[in-house]
Structure formats: structure tokens, C-alpha cells
């Protein structure tokens, strides 16, 4: 879930240059209407026609700033700028999020942030149910559930997460081993310790 918005200045740009190549008639026609184009582009970016970027750090601190006074349960899974100022924030809580909730701050962080001089397409949403878990407080808030945990070397783990600290996890699993004087073998529970730094992937098992 999670809602988004854009300048969409970069899209009539393009829109633009489609034109002028598809009304290109002439050379002369042609390095005109390229010129016209950079003049767009110069006049779009700032100087020197580059897009200035938005620092990671600047939008987690607006973020953090906001769901302290607004939304204290509210907490960040993750804040990513990607190339052409894609801004990416999901977040997450032990009730869920609102979608109105991402609505509200996304507003909030365009009124923070200087179109003008910085143009961005932004979305905020939540952590899904099937997404992995990224930070500690989600794997917190997931213990007592049926996870999957991929390890280093394709090692794929399921059992019920009993505990979680920023060193490991702990799961509880059950192995079929044969036991002394059995012909079968019997389902054993057992307590399986998992370094974090060997942890690549943990979603939740869901049962429907």
C-alpha cells in the first residue's frame, strides 16, 4: 500500500524532444529545435542543466521528525533516493499504517522539499505482510510467528522466531531424526541460533 506523486517536469521534457525530432526536416530545423530543448532542460535543472540530489539523509530526517510528533507507533523500514530523485519511504507498526497516514506525509515532505530547485517523484507506503523483513523492530514485532530465513549458501530455514537482537535470531524447528531403538523417525523441536550476519532474506510464513 502506499501513495505517490510527481513534478512530472521530466515527462514534458521528453514529450518535448519526441516533437522536435518528429518535425525535424531539415538539418538547420533540427539543430534549432535541439537547442530550444537544452535552453528547457538548463532552465529545468539549474545551472548547468544537472539535477541537483536529494540526500538520503535529508529525507529521513524530515520523516522521523514527523512520525515523533504525529504517528509515535509509526517507524521506518527504509528510505532509498534512487537515480532522478526517486524517493522511496516505507514504513511500518505493530496495528498496520493508514493509507491516509501516507497521504498526509507525503504531503508533508513535498512542502519540505524545493521543487524549483529540486525536481522528485516521491511514494510513500507500507511494508507488506510478504515483504522481508529489513530492521530489527520488525523481526521484534514478528516473533511468536512462522517465518522462512535464507541463509548464506542458499540454506533455507522455517520455523517459529523466538528471539531477535541485532547479532542473531533464534528459531524454533522441527527436525525428523531417528531415535535410538525407533524404526521411524520422530519430529524433535529444537533451537536454532542464526548469526544475523548470515541472515539474507526473512519473510513470514502466511497461513490462510
Known sequence: ?????????????????????ANET??????????????????????????????HTTIEEIVSAYIAEHHPDYYIVETAVHPGNRIV????????INIDDCVALTKHIESQLDR????????????GLTSPLKVLRQYTSTIGQEVEVLRKGGIKEKGVLTAASPTE??????????????????SVEETLTIPMEEVLQTKRVLHF
Open 89 to 96: 519511504v516505507e514504513l511500518d507498526s505493530e496495528s498496520g
Open 116 to 127: 524549483e530547485a529540486e525536481d522528485f517523484e516521491l511514494e510513500v507506503g507500507s511494508a
Open 26 to 55: 531539415t538539418e538547420e530545423a533540427g539543430s534549432f529545435l535541439r537547442s530550444l530543448y537544452s535552453i528547457a532542460i538548463e532552465q529545468t535543472n539549474g545551472k548547468g542543466g544537472r539535477l541537483s540530489m536529494i540526500q
Open 169 to 186: 535470531i533464534q528459531l524454533l524447528v522441527s527436525r525428523l531424526v531417528r531415535l535410538e531403538g525407533k524404526k521411524r523417525k520422530t
Open 1 to 21: 500500500m502506499g501513495v505517490s506523486g510527481t513534478a512530472g517536469r521530466g515527462r514534458y521534457l521528453t514529450d518535448f524532444y519526441y516533437l522536435c525530432s
